[in-house]
């Protein structure tokens, strides 16, 4: 079945640092993909999508590219702020009109002042 | 936030006993889900409705029951609580003409 796999946590950084986290997926046919963001006691928010190939999400200084020959969904930044600290997941929807999402397990990012 | 509400937010109980949460929405989306939240997880699906009375079955549905009697509302009960459903829930709504998900809140369950 399709499954998205992300890099372990945590992720320590400096502020202004640049950050990578890494997501790889498995999936039939061709889903959208997804980063979502998880801050301290709060539910999950969309940070940013991508639906096909070569597409790419952004939003808020994030940035992932859609890579179909890879099978990957990097996450970027270019520098870092003590607020971006969360948990993030990567997530990939299936191809169905319930659009059923499966997430990685998640990246806890830590940002020193 | 999609006018996603739950309740109860946090909730402990005890082993054996009946649990029911809510989740309700204010702009008639068709589709809606819950996911429980466990550390090295992730999320996972487990179960979803695609309309009053239509639902299905997700990854981890084992021990849950759902029932959606009129579109805003999703409750999601657990028939006899156990410790290893002891977890974070989350209610997420789907808009109809899109694949992107929205989350509520989240309700902390406690089963002692």
């Known amino acids: 079945g399709d499954s998205v796999t992300q890099m372990e946590g945590p992720v320590t950084l400096s502020e202004e640092a640049f950050l990578t986290i890494n997501c790889t997926y498995t999936?039939?046919?061709?889903?959208?993909l997804f980063w979502y963001v998880q801050y301290p006691g709060e539910g999950l928010q969309l940070l940013l999508k991508?639906?096909?190939?070569?597409d790419k999400g952004s939003n808020k200084g994030f940035e992932a590219t859609y890579r179909k020959e890879t099978t990957s969904f990097h996450l970027e930044k270019g520098s870092v702020q003590v607020s971006d600290s969360a948990v993030y997941f990567c997530?990939?929807?299936?191809?169905?009109?319930?659009?059923?999402?499966?997430f990685g397990s998640g990246t806890r990012l830590s940002i020193r002042p | 936030d999609a006018g996603i509400t739950q309740s109860p937010r946090h909730k402990v109980t005890e082993t054996g006993t009946p649990v029911t949460l809510r989740c309700h929405q204010t702009?008639?989306?068709?589709?809606m889900y819950w996911y429980r939240q466990d550390p090295g997880h992730g999320l996972r699906l487990i179960h979803y409705?695609?309309?009053?009375?239509?639902?299905d079955k997700g990854e981890v549905s084992d021990g849950y029951s759902v029932s959606r009697s009129k579109t805003e509302d999703f409750l999601l009960t657990l028939e006899s609580a156990t410790s290893s459903q002891t977890s974070v829930y989350f209610c997420?709504?789907?808009?109809?003409?899109?694949?992107?998900?929205?989350f509520g809140p989240g309700t902390r369950l406690t089963v002692l």
């Open positions: 997530a990939l929807s299936e191809n169905s009109s319930a659009s059923k999402i499966i």
């Open positions: 999936a039939t046919g061709y889903p959208s």
């Open positions: 991508a639906t096909k190939a070569d």
């Open positions: 702009e008639n989306h068709r589709y």
């Open positions: 409705s695609y309309g009053v009375k239509d639902t």
């Open positions: 997420a709504i789907k808009l109809d003409i899109t694949d992107t998900q929205y």
